[in-house]
């Protein structure tokens, strides 16, 4: 029968160089589902009642540095109910999109474009392409 030979007690992680350890990396498609949830929950804290829709297209600039996992800089499409003061659903859209990126990815983010997509009317719902006169 073979000696069991116990294995070499592993290297303390301050042995091993940083570039050997591995490392955590978020993808990108994560980072705009984050940003496009987030969209979407700040347009219906600002307008309950209105149906709204919102997708993240994103640029991430990583960084060598040690508290973040790089830069995200977003480009948000978003469809708004009309009328409405469009201004204060984008402003609460940049303000939402920032926190939870920065919060849920550990992101810094800044540059947030927000894309009106498409403007809703309730008076429009339901019609067809009719001629209007």
Do not use: W
């Amino acid at each position: 029968m073979a000696a069991v030979h116990p294995a070499a007690p592993p290297a303390a992680a301050a042995d091993v160089p940083a570039a050997e350890r591995g490392a955590t990396s978020i993808a990108d498609r994560v980072v705009a589902k984050i940003a496009a949830r987030a969209a979407r929950e700040a347009l219906r804290e600002e307008s309950p009642q209105a149906r709204t829709d919102a997708h993240a297209t994103v640029t991430v600039h990583r960084r060598d540095d040690t508290e973040h996992f790089g830069e995200a800089r977003l480009r948000i499409a978003v469809e708004l109910g009309y009328p409405s003061d469009i201004g204060a659903q984008c402003r609460a859209v940049r303000r939402r999109v920032t926190e939870r990126v920065k919060a849920l990815a550990n992101m810094t983010v800044p540059e947030v474009a927000v894309e009106v997509e498409r403007l809703r009317s309730p008076l429009l719902e339901g019609h067809g392409r009719e001629r209007v006169r």
